[in-house]
């Protein structure tokens, strides 16, 4: 692979940081420029070029090839102007698949929730069954970072790489599909349909579905073949499977529903039983995802990473017979919150601290459905974790599961995330 013209990485976090040192081991001298849409890009090697110069760069043809980064919408306007003066626009992901696609067997996973255990749990059974296989995207390793390190390729992808994912993987799998990154994709069938992209596809490769994809009339329409679909697990494997997982750290029917799904992905390109289960007891949860902390006898659960309400049902399910404190609301996103409303009191949710913007709507729907649930509103995290301090004799959970993204207070989930785990143990365990 070469690249006659210089290169422009529009974005500049892990992904650019490793298209540029592609590009670098490829062609050392290659000019390659960079664009953030805010503050400055600490990318070796490269000169950057201001968000608001871009249109005169492209019309100037100063780079003839934009890797974006994920984090950056394909649905800029400015993309539009760099195509219609035939400037190509690729990703990391797409780069990797020019370079490194052919012999390897690829495994792609996606899904609004449980993507990332699914993948690490694939990843896990995989390689206990014996097989050199290796974990990127969203986890693991960025695309290019991986390479040609390993034979098979587990890839862990967002809506914002499927979008334009431009190689068929020998395997795609979808854990389920709700509404979310509207903000990213322009709106929901957008997004629908940019998460869809992996399977909805001509081509010859197998597809898994979760339990909770296979009720869904949009996943399957973009099937489109139903003879592509793995087989169900027999009844016995599935047993097993339950049995390892109540043994295990895996919380929830979710979790056990993306234990399924990562079994039939396993056995569906050659693993075994053996290595399922013992990939089953490996587990560890990955942070921000139900990570579970003991401070002063008060379980703190950390699911920072909850961006929908659907994220937020799963991780008060995972509780059952918990008098929970539940921390909810973030960026809007114009999610729907009345099923979830609906649930808590039944979920054993016995107060409810809300967070700007949606906690707003939240707070609201359950004063109006549940009246028992005390419900406070909160300025901010630390606010909420000093509230609850003094109102602990409701509770002996307190769950961090926002059901909405962080960027109206933090810079991410795990940002929020790290946040709240230390203002619990400042609150709940100030000695330790």
Same mark, same amino acid.
């Given at each position: ?23 670098? !081991? =490829? ?8 664009? +953030? ?7 070796? #090697? ?8 871009? /249109? *005169? ?19 800029? /306007? ?44 694939? %990843? ?47 395997? *795609? ?8 990154? +509207? ?38 329409? !973009? +099937? ?26 895996? =919380? ?57 309400? #659907? *994220? ?7 509780? /059952? ?57 909160? /300025? %901010?995290? #630390? ?38 785990? !230390? ?10």
């Amino acid at each position: 692979m070469q690249f006659d013209t210089p290169v422009l990485l529009y974005g500049a976090g892990r992904e650019a940081l490793s298209t540029r040192a592609f590009l670098k !081991a =490829r062609q050392p001298n290659l000019k390659v420029f960079v664009t +953030v849409d805010s503050g400055t890009a600490d990318i070796p #090697e490269t000169e950057q070029i201001d968000a608001a110069e871009l /249109p *005169a760069a492209i019309k100037a043809h100063r780079f003839g090839l934009i890797v974006k980064s994920p984090g950056v919408s394909r649905y800029k /306007p400015v993309f539009d102007l760099a195509r219609d003066a035939g400037i190509a626009v690729t990703s990391n992901l797409n780069l990797w698949g020019a370079a490194y696609r052919h012999n390897r067997t690829v495994i792609a996973i996606t899904g609004t929730k449980g993507k990332s255990t699914t993948a690490t749990l694939v %990843h896990l059974m995989v390689t206990r069954s014996g097989i050199d296989a290796g974990l990127a995207g969203n986890v693991g390793l960025a695309p290019l970072e991986i390479a040609d390190k390993h034979p098979v390729i587990i890839f862990e992808l967002s809506s914002y790489q499927t979008a334009d994912m431009n190689f068929l993987p020998d395997l *795609a799998a979808l854990t389920n599909l709700y509404a979310e990154h +509207v903000d990213w994709h322009g709106s929901v069938d957008r997004y629908y349909a940019d998460k869809l992209n992996l399977i909805d596809r001509d081509g010859v490769f197998a597809v898994a579905l979760g339990q909770a994809a296979r009720g869904n009339a949009l996943v399957a329409k !973009a +099937v489109r073949d139903h003879r592509r679909l793995l087989p169900d697990l027999a009844p016995e494997t599935s047993a097993l499977i339950e049995k390892a997982v109540a043994h295990s750290r895996l =919380r929830g029917a979710h979790n056990l529903d993306n234990a399924l799904l990562a079994a039939q992905i396993t056995l569906g390109i050659g693993g075994t039983l053996d290595g399922i289960i013992q990939g089953i007891a490996a587990f560890r949860p990955l942070p921000h995802r139900l990570e579970e902390h003991l401070f002063g006898g008060m379980t703190v659960v950390n699911d920072s990473i909850s961006t929908t309400p #659907e *994220a937020t049902k799963a991780a008060l399910a995972a509780y /059952p017979g918990r008098r929970i404190a539940l921390v909810a609301g973030g960026y809007e996103r114009q999610q729907d919150y009345t099923e979830l409303s609906e649930l808590l009191a039944q979920r054993g949710v016995t107060t409810l601290v809300t967070l700007p913007v949606t906690g707003d709507r939240l707070a609201r729907a359950t004063a109006m459905v549940a009246p028992d649930i005390v419900v406070h509103k909160a /300025p %901010h995290l #630390e606010a909420a974790i000093a509230l609850l301090a003094d109102l602990q004799a409701r509770f002996d959970t307190i769950i961090l599961s926002p059901g909405a993204p962080s960027y109206n207070q933090f810079k991410n989930f795990e940002e929020r995330g790290t946040r709240f785990v !230390a203002l619990c143990r400042k609150h709940f365990a100030p000695d330790a």
